[in-house]
């Protein structure tokens, strides 16, 4: 059996593909793997909110699913839209990484808790949102871009330190420039983040299928990530939308925490739930309905007329 896996470029990307080339090819596949060049990649002097958040990182993706040009797409799941056409399908999300987000630096010694004003560099409105909220005094600045092109945005000094993901910062061996690991009651990361999804289109043959989700998938980090998306598209959240949720599991029960920020962090909502593993879509639906009875409904329609403005 071939597998050709389709990517984007950045090193980040390319990790991950060659995680997932590495699993198939011990279970005895053969693989290939295809680069592919987003929206996302290719526009980096506007913000997510302003080009648009369905499919920025994956519609061209997508487009060699349908076509037979590759039959699996490697994405963060973070980054895959809350709602996939119906073309398509996720097979199988990979063990999650340590979920937390860092404060990345060349001053190992800065963090967020002494009170002191410096700048932060992210694209993400939740993280911008988050720190108006618990950290009004830091002060941030727009950064797009892989993590090697904002590394060196932070070495050339336009700003003092990066706010981004563990898992991504771990998988490219940066962690000696971790400045601090960030509290998940704070911080609750983007639904999703630090595992890897695996995507393809629904003709895909069973039999491919089937072998795939067998030596990728992650029964545990499947459950929880499945919660999360379920909360998140009765949100119609996306990346664009300061939108946040994490499940955990404990033996036959999941746990799942989210909420939604105003993007000038004055409201921050958050719920949780618990429920049986048996029914992750159910619970995801259930807390999101309770965050919309709670005022999350009023926050998005603010949120959208802001960024249509």
């Not at 609750?188 to 069973?206: F, H, K, M, R, Y």
């Not at 599991?249 to 962090?265: A, E, V």
């Amino acid at each position: 059996m071939h597998i050709k896996i389709g990517t984007r470029g950045s090193k980040l990307a390319l990790w991950q593909a060659y995680y997932v080339e590495d699993l198939l090819q011990k279970g005895g596949l053969e693989t290939e793997i295809v680069i592919i060049e987003t929206r996302g990649d290719q526009i980096l002097d506007r913000s997510l909110s302003k080009i648009g958040s369905k499919g920025v990182f994956t519609q061209e993706l997508e487009d060699q699913l349908v076509s037979g040009d590759i039959d699996i797409a490697v994405h963060s799941a973070k980054d895959l839209q809350s709602q996939l056409d119906d073309a398509f399908e996720i097979i199988a999300f990979t063990e999650r990484e340590k979920a937390n987000d860092v404060l990345v630096s060349h001053d190992t010694a800065l963090s967020l808790k002494t009170g002191k004003s410096f700048v932060v560099g992210t694209s993400s409105t939740r993280r911008v949102a988050v720190l108006k909220h618990f950290y009004p005094h830091i002060k941030t600045v727009d950064m797009r871009g892989n993590l090697q092109t904002r590394l060196r945005k932070l070495e050339e000094g336009q700003c003092d330190a990066l706010l981004l993901a563990y898992a991504g910062v771990h998988r490219m061996e940066y962690d000696d420039k971790i400045a601090e690991h960030l509290l998940l009651d704070e911080f609750t990361p983007a639904v999703g983040q630090g595992s890897v999804a695996i995507e393809c289109a629904v003709i895909l043959s069973d039999d491919k299928k089937s072998t795939i989700k067998r030596l990728l998938n992650h029964t545990l980090t499947e459950t929880c990530v499945l919660t999360e998306r379920a909360f998140l598209k009765r949100l119609q959240g996306g990346c664009s939308i300061p939108v946040f949720g994490m499940a955990t599991l404990h033996d036959d029960q999941i746990n799942i925490s989210g909420g939604i920020i105003s993007l000038d962090g004055s409201e921050l909502i958050r719920r949780t739930q618990s429920g049986s593993n048996a029914f992750p879509h159910e619970l995801g639906t259930a807390l999101a309905d309770e965050l919309l009875e709670a005022g999350a409904d009023r926050i998005l329609n603010d949120i959208r007329g802001e960024q249509n403005s």
